[in-house]
T-cell receptor
């Protein structure tokens, strides 16, 4: 299993540009999520999904859109990039055991710089 | 809002000593807690977790202690090694259908040779 994969690893955008950060997992996990991590800080939840066709907002959703058309993929879209979105973005996924969510496993991250 | 915080931003220990990283949480409804290790340039790596029906859980060289009375979580690393140098995060979750992890700001562990 590859686990959780993210592409690209690094991206530079100009203010106002749009792009999609890709996330995929091959563990058949129902739960997927996106976090951002700013320097010296913990991770903050952007959006999450508890299954295909279901998404919801996290702590910092403004400026980001998500969709979950398949169990495997959970792309994050920036419609109009802003310098405040410069950050490292992590995708995570989790399965269930006994009706409870298990721990979340993280991808390697995407470093985004918005000029 | 509810938050998870850490008492010490940086912890320096001698190789071979035991390390203790502390975390305070504020949401009394949280009943699932996770410790992650993050090395430079990498994603968080799962270390150990604990549910609120437990006070202690042990893994390989690591132990997590949960004190619900004072809402305190700690990670103990036995015989700390240079490879343990990283930033450690605690995270809490209210075990409902939404499964939203709230992370602390992290503690950097430095292991002196």
């Amino acid at each position: 299993n590859a686990g959780v994969t993210q592409t690209p690893k690094f991206q530079v955008l100009k203010t106002g540009q749009s792009m999609t950060l890709q996330c995929a997992q091959d563990m058949n996990h129902e739960y997927m999520s996106w976090y951002r991590q700013d320097p010296g800080m913990g991770l903050r939840l952007i959006h999450y999904s508890v299954g295909a066709g279901i998404t919801d907002q996290g702590e910092v959703p403004n400026g980001y859109n998500v969709s979950r058309s398949t169990t495997e993929d959970f792309p994050l879209r920036l419609l109009s990039a802003a310098p405040s979105q410069t950050s490292v973005y992590f995708c995570a996924s989790s399965g269930t055991s006994g009706g409870r969510w298990e721990t979340q496993y993280f991808g390697p991250g995407t470093r985004l710089l918005v000029l | 809002g509810e938050s998870v915080g850490l008492h010490l931003p940086t912890l320096s220990v001698q190789e071979g000593d035991n390390s203790i990283i502390n975390c305070a949480y504020s949401n009394s409804a949280s009943d699932y807690f996770i410790w992650y290790k993050q090395e430079s340039g990498k994603g968080p790596q799962f270390i150990i977790d604990i549910r609120s029906n437990m006070d202690k859980r042990q893994g390989q060289r690591v132990t997590v202690l949960l004190n619900k009375t004072v809402k305190h979580l700690s990670l103990q690393i036995a015989a700390t090694q240079p490879g343990d140098s990283a930033v450690y995060f605690c995270a809490e979750n209210i075990m409902d259908s939404s499964y939203k992890l709230i992370f602390g700001s992290g503690t950097r562990l430095l292991v002196r040779p």
